[in-house]
């Protein structure tokens, strides 16, 4: 886990080679979204049926990108008993926080990023666990007829 850590670090900041620093003002574009959903849909699963409400705020400078996006259930939430006999709360609430880094080489867009899934299920045996994604991509800067 620690190579990863040290990789994705690495990946994130290596971009910084094909930029050139200058001392500037910096110049901050915000984005404020906020949604309402019938459902909670997550790469083609059905995470909640119910009612939700799907806030985002992103900020971006001239390489740099922050997004944080959140999905809150505005619905009961799922009850179910534990081992021990416990009734636990699962409130399927889940945010986003994703940095990424872009640089521009002639004609080539290069990014990498890292995206953490952070969940606020209540303890217990059925509490998703929080997870990372680092990815690379480079993108080709042109008119597509």
Request: charged residues 20%.
């Amino acid at each position: 886990m620690h190579r990863f850590v040290m990789n994705t670090c690495t990946c994130l900041f290596a971009g910084l080679a094909f930029t050139t620093l200058q001392a500037r003002e910096l110049d901050v574009d915000f984005d404020l979204e906020a949604k309402a959903t019938s459902a909670y849909i997550w790469r083609g699963t059905v995470i909640s049926d119910d009612w939700c409400a799907q806030p985002s705020l992103s900020a971006t400078t001239s390489n740099f990108w922050l997004n944080i996006w959140g999905n809150w259930e505005l619905g009961e939430a799922e009850t179910y008993v534990d081992a021990g006999g416990t009734t636990n709360e699962l409130d399927k609430t889940r945010m986003d926080v994703t940095a990424e880094y872009r640089a521009q080489y002639e004609m080539f867009v290069l990014n990498c990023g890292l995206v953490a899934y952070v969940y606020r299920d209540n303890p217990g045996p059925r509490k998703a666990k929080d997870t990372f994604e680092a990815y690379v991509g480079c993108d080709l800067d042109t008119i597509l007829y």
